[in-house]
């Protein structure tokens, strides 16, 4: 059985004492044989992630990486400086961007190709908004979304993470419940099966709202690897104890 994997995404939060303070709490909370860990942190607090970080438990990770390699794209980060900075994951296609800068499936699928082309390993989330969901469409969007990275990285699709966070339960409290979340991770899973030999290998995260309560149940269905987690990384206990829980599952 593969590690799961717990993957932080602090958002537009931080600042230079909170997050030294913050992972010197981690590192010391740590369990003994952690399952894998990563905080995805905002561009400007890579550097400094990076080098507190650097040769411990917890992988650093970018919350965006850009659609091009080089260039005058004003205020973008190419996948090959994540990899000077020696950044081991970045998330593509979080439902914030899609929303809020536009970013197509498409888009998506050409960010998680240039990551994979320089060794970082693209998050690439997926799922649906509560208007999706009443309405049915909750398999057809996330397949449709999946679909576009497996069409342009197929020959790699097996080195992604994917992370399945239902929009509705971003930041709201709300949570599926395991099973809800079990049956997409599921689609997700045969989705993959069908595309690679080598489904098994892809870590299926659940971003929805995952936090230090409601960890253990999520992490213990069959298709659910880990968990991309918001509002509770910004807090070690909560963190940790996710953490802890996904070490044991």
């Not at 799961?4 to 030294?20: E, F, Q, R, S």
């Not at 439902?95 to 998050?123: F, M, N, W």
């Amino acid at each position: 059985m593969k590690k799961k994997l717990i993957a932080g995404n602090w958002k537009m939060n931080g600042g230079v004492a909170a997050n030294a303070a913050l992972l010197e709490q981690l590192s010391a909370g740590m369990p003994a044989n952690p399952c894998w860990v990563a905080v995805c942190a905002p561009a400007v607090y890579l550097q400094q992630v990076a080098t507190i970080t650097h040769g411990g438990a917890i992988a650093v990770g970018a919350q965006d990486v850009s659609a091009h390699d080089a260039g005058a794209y004003t205020g973008e980060m190419s996948a090959g400086m994540l990899r000077d900075l020696g950044i081991r994951y970045a998330i593509v296609g979080h439902s914030e961007r899609r929303q809020y800068h536009g970013e197509t499936d498409a888009v998506v699928a050409l960010k998680a190709q240039k990551a994979l082309s320089c060794g970082v390993t693209p998050i690439v989330c997926v799922g649906e908004t509560l208007e999706e969901r009443e309405a049915g469409k909750t398999e057809e969007v996330v397949k449709r979304q999946l679909a576009a990275v497996i069409h342009t990285n197929g020959h790699c699709i097996s080195e992604i993470v994917v992370a399945y966070e239902p929009v509705w339960a971003i930041g709201t409290g709300k949570t599926a419940t395991p099973e809800q979340a079990q049956e997409v991770h599921a689609v997700l899973r045969a989705q993959l099966a069908a595309a690679t030999p080598h489904a098994d290998r892809v870590h299926i995260l659940y971003g929805g709202s995952m936090n230090a309560a409601n960890a253990q149940q999520l992490l213990g269905q069959k298709d659910i690897d880990g968990g991309l987690v918001g509002g509770a990384s910004l807090k070690a206990a909560d963190f940790l104890t996710i953490i802890a829980a996904a070490s044991a599952a």
